[in-house]
């Protein structure tokens, strides 16, 4: 489910996206997110939704890059190996499931969460949010805690996953 809160989060980062600027969305976009981007993006601003292995088709750097649920961690590795590398630097990464999603949780700190190329910004629900930059070894410390940090969140939501499962 894709929140008010979040979908404002999109909307605002979209709208101060300088032209010319492209978004990029891919994996399963959920209509709101689409919704808000486009509200946000002004007439110059590209975006695009495209299959997980179109990225050939997308020519140029991306300014946000959004990446929606995965479900095989096979899948989700594959989203983050072809597409992040294309985020310009200051550029935005927003993932939706993330610290949700065991695969996609997984295959996210693996390459995006080691990653000196990545800031960690925060999350609001299972949407994460990370800004394209150079780490030094400090700040990749810093960025790896608060990342573990949302493990708590993560851990919780899959004990009310399976609370419900059983009940049901």
Do not use: K, N
């Not at 991306?62 to 310009?88: C, K, T």
């Not at 609001?124 to 940090?149: C, F, K, M, N, P």
């Amino acid at each position: 489910m894709f929140s008010f809160a979040q979908a404002d989060r999109l909307e605002a980062c979209a709208r101060v996206l300088d032209p010319p600027a492209r978004v990029v969305m891919t994996g399963t976009v959920p209509d709101e997110a689409l919704a808000a981007i486009r509200r946000g993006a002004g007439a110059d601003i590209d975006v695009l939704v495209v299959g997980t292995g179109e990225i050939a088709g997308v020519e140029g750097s991306i300014d946000l890059l959004f990446i929606g649920p995965a479900a095989p961690y096979s899948v989700a590795a594959e989203l983050f190996a072809r597409w992040p590398g294309r985020v310009a630097p200051g550029g935005l990464l927003f993932v939706h499931g993330a610290f949700a999603s065991p695969p996609l949780t997984a295959a996210l700190l693996r390459a995006i969460g080691a990653s000196r190329a990545w800031r960690y910004y925060g999350r609001d629900g299972a949407l994460a949010e990370y800004v394209r930059a150079d780490l030094t070894h400090g700040e990749r410390v810093l960025d790896a805690i608060a990342q573990l940090s949302q493990l708590a969140y993560f851990m919780r939501r899959m004990a009310r996953r399976r609370l419900r499962r059983q009940a049901a």
